[in-house]
């Protein structure tokens, strides 16, 4: 059902590469057998299609890590001028098409099945640009052949999820210790620039995680962080009261937003409510 091309591995002189790969063909990846056939015509008709697209989520995970567990949806990243085509050629085949939320997701549906068509993050707004596609790796699922989300795009896709019902810390993690040497790390500190706090907890936790594994992390990267964290106690607080816990799950921190004051990632909070009109 699944296979890989082992060419990205190659390229990067990575010998996990091929380990990870080698878990696909483990049957307990596949979704329930009554998805199946959706996959496979949606991945078949995005090939038919032209237009670029990125395979994430479990598929990716797998492939990096040989990590095997079950998925139930298929996610699928595109640069944003390309999600109206993408919606606009499954609509003309009898799909069902639903933008959930302008800002990053759309979905293609049919009956109860459904596939995520992603062109933004839902916390941070970086475009997904030529670059995310550039040796972006191949497998086999499903008898068509689909570029994947390359090692530093799947972190940056993951890093951001830290709701009460699901954390993708161990994801985080687990691609570190797997791929490390596929990871651009300059990029990934690029893309984490507004939010390099947050980077740095991950690779606080990887630290902790794997002791005897902390030299996979670029030193010059971990100088960086904790030099701009020493810069930063000496700043002055903030003049606006502010929690940027939405970033992280929308609704646990609703309550610091609507109730407490605080101000969400835009804006002053409730201080901007306006005053009744007399």
Not at 15 to 22: D, G, K
Not at 171 to 176: K, L
Not at 194 to 199: A, F, M, R, Y
Request: aromatic share 14%.
């Amino acid at each position: 059902m699944i296979k890989a091309d082992t060419a990205y591995g190659t390229q990067h002189s990575h010998p996990l590469f091929t380990e990870a790969m080698a878990s696909l063909a483990d049957q307990s990846f596949q979704p329930p057998p009554e998805a199946e056939n959706f996959y496979v015509e949606g991945l078949k008709l995005l090939a038919q299609s032209d237009i670029p697209f990125l395979l994430s989520g479990t598929y990716a995970v797998t492939t990096y890590t040989g990590i095997v567990r079950p998925t139930k949806d298929l996610d699928i990243f595109c640069k944003a001028g390309d999600y109206p085509r993408i919606l606009a050629f499954f609509k003309e085949r009898g799909f069902d098409v639903e933008v959930e939320d302008e800002r990053w997701l759309a979905k293609i549906f049919r009956g109860k099945y459904y596939f995520d068509v992603i062109y933004s993050c839902r916390t941070t707004e970086i475009a997904i640009t030529d670059e995310w596609f550039e040796d972006a790796p191949k497998i086999e699922v499903y008898g068509t052949n689909v570029r994947i989300i390359k090692p530093t795009e799947l972190i940056w896709s993951k890093i951001f999820v830290q709701d009460r019902y699901r954390y993708d810390g161990a994801d985080v993690a687990h691609v570190i210790l797997k791929q490390n040497e596929a990871i651009d790390w300059k990029r990934l500190l690029r893309y984490m620039e507004l939010h390099w706090e947050v980077l740095l907890s991950h690779l606080i936790n990887f630290r902790y995680i794997y002791p005897s594994e902390r030299n996979l992390v670029p030193r010059w990267l971990m100088d960086e962080l904790i030099s701009r964290m020493n810069a930063h106690l000496d700043m002055p607080e903030s003049n606006v009261r502010i929690c940027r816990g939405r970033l992280f799950s929308a609704r646990d921190y609703v309550t610091d937003i609507s109730e407490w004051g605080y101000a969400d990632i835009i804006g002053k909070g409730l201080e901007e409510r306006h005053d009744p009109v007399h």
